[in-house]
């Protein structure tokens, strides 16, 4: 039977501080009429208990707590399932602390800070689920600590940033968000915007896991050459198939029309595009980001935006989402978006099965 908590009034409960009886119920969805009355004893147990989870000896209550936007297929799984859980996709991280405690399993996406402090007021968490690939909003060390797992979905997102990361790289050679905005003013600047072209071009990628070893195959079909730098050995056969220059990182910069990123955000990456990175970059070069915002040092990218060392920027992610100051994405040269390139109906819907059940696996049957 699913999780239970009590529906009631705080004047239901006030009877020489005990209720006189508990009538009602909540039971997943459902609401219960129960009647115990006439059992002090039980009554007392109940308020003994915190109002949310309160179960019934004998019967197991797994709750989980959804505190991010997951898609209506995937709460769907969790409606016609018998855990009980809660939806919560606005929930502050004040509210998340004081409430995690009645959880078994939280399942989050990007918004949500799992730190250290709301896995120690998680008492009874068992697994916390990422709908989504990058861990870098939970506190992984406390998570071990507590031997929770967590669990991500490493391939849901893969096709939708691969393919955004090709339309950022059109777009900023293209400059077709500036030709948009221009038209959209009722303007018609056709000398102000020719660009140039991928074909030809040289696509460089620090970090070709699953996502960069996607556009590095996208961008061979727009008839790139391929330069890669990763931290772990590239697959003989793919570089065999992508005819890949296999590059020191300094070499990804200075060889490269597009340099992309796609490397999780750890101490080793994080600041890994600075100015002197930007100062070995050719002049015509635009620098690619979807992976994190922190991989970039914002500061030192708009000192080469105003020197002119690089030609411009494509950035899905920023240091603070959102951006405290908004000056990278007023720059022509740069477009900006507000970290959407995972956001496609089919990777969301992916994402968000795929981390319910993984999470409903962990829990084992309610
Ligand atoms: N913008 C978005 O909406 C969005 C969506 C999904 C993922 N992401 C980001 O994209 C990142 C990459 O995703 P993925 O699925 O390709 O991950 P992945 O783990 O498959 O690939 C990451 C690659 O980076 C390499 N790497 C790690 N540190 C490196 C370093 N210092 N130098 C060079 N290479 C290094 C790894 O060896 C690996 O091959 C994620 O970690 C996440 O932060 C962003």
């Known amino acids: 039977m699913k999780g239970l908590s009590l529906l009631s009034t705080p004047s239901m409960w006030l009877d020489g501080g005990l209720p006189k009886k508990i009538s009602r ?154 030709a948009d905005a221009s038209m959209k003013g009722q303007k018609w600047e056709k000398e102000k915007f020719s660009g140039s072209e991928l074909k030809g071009k040289t696509y460089g990628t620090i970090g070709i896991g699953k996502i960069g070893q996607r556009v590095a195959e996208l961008s061979r079909a727009f008839g790139m050459r391929i330069v890669a730098n990763d931290v772990i050995p590239i697959p003989e056969e793919l570089i065999k198939k992508l005819e890949i220059r296999v590059s020191t990182q300094e070499e990804v ?54 020197e002119q060392v690089i030609a411009g920027a494509a950035l899905d992610v920023f240091e603070m989402e959102p951006p405290i100051s908004f000056d990278l994405a007023r720059y022509d040269n740069v477009v900006a978006t507000p970290h959407i390139a995972g956001q496609t109906t089919e990777a969301q819907n992916a994402a968000g099965m795929e981390v319910v059940q993984l999470v409903m696996k962990a829990l084992g049957s309610p």
Do not use: W
Not at 260 to 267: A, Q, R, S, Y
């Open 25 to 178: 119920m909540k039971i997943g969805q459902r609401v219960l009429e129960l009647s115990i009355d006439n059992n002090p004893e039980r009554i007392k147990e109940l308020v003994a208990q915190p109002m949310e989870g309160i179960a019934v000896p004998g019967e197991k209550a797994l709750r989980i707590l959804v505190a991010d936007r997951i898609t209506e297929n995937a709460l769907q799984q969790l409606k016609s399932s018998d855990y009980d859980y809660e939806f919560q996709p606005e929930i502050t991280a004040k509210e998340l602390i004081s409430s995690i405690g009645g959880f078994d399993a939280l399942i989050v996406r990007g918004r949500t800070k799992v730190t250290k402090e709301v896995i120690s007021a998680g008492g009874r968490l068992k697994v916390i689920g990422r709908a989504g690939v990058g861990v870098d909003n939970i506190d992984m060390e406390a998570a071990k600590a507590r031997n929770i797992p967590v669990l991500n979905t490493p391939n849901a997102l893969t096709n939708a940033v691969a393919e955004f990361t090709l339309g950022l790289m059109i777009d900023i050679a293209r400059k077709i968000p500036g």
């Open 253 to 306: 910069f200075s060889l490269s029309d597009f340099v992309d990123i796609h490397v999780p955000l750890t101490p080793e990456t994080a600041n890994l595009a600075n100015y002197s990175k930007f100062k070995l970059m050719k002049k015509t070069a635009y620098l690619i980001n979807t992976s994190r915002g922190k991989v970039v040092n914002e500061k030192e990218l708009i000192r080469a935006l105003d």
